[in-house]
């Protein structure tokens, strides 16, 4: 399930929105190119998502628009 950059005004922030389908633990992983350090650094995020009501399946059936992940700081 891809994960997409979503821009900031804050300097440093760095936020990113996904269309989860479903609730259950979800993990956010990424690499970071940093300044100063030779080599990309990866790293994850874990969280929980809870109540996320599934659209109805068919035609014509109303669709949600993604969730955007709170920004953490």
Excluded at 34 to 60: C, W
Aim: no cysteine; proline share 15%; glycine share 8%.
């Amino acid at each position: 399930m891809p994960a997409f950059f979503a821009p900031s005004l804050d300097y440093g922030v760095y936020t990113f929105r996904a269309d989860l389908p479903t609730d259950g633990t979800w993990a956010l992983k990424f690499t970071a190119k940093i300044p100063g350090e030779a080599q990309p650094v990866a790293a994850s995020v874990t969280f929980k998502v809870v109540g996320r009501l599934t659209p109805p399946q068919g035609a014509g059936a109303p669709t949600s628009s993604p969730t955007p992940l709170p920004n953490r700081r």
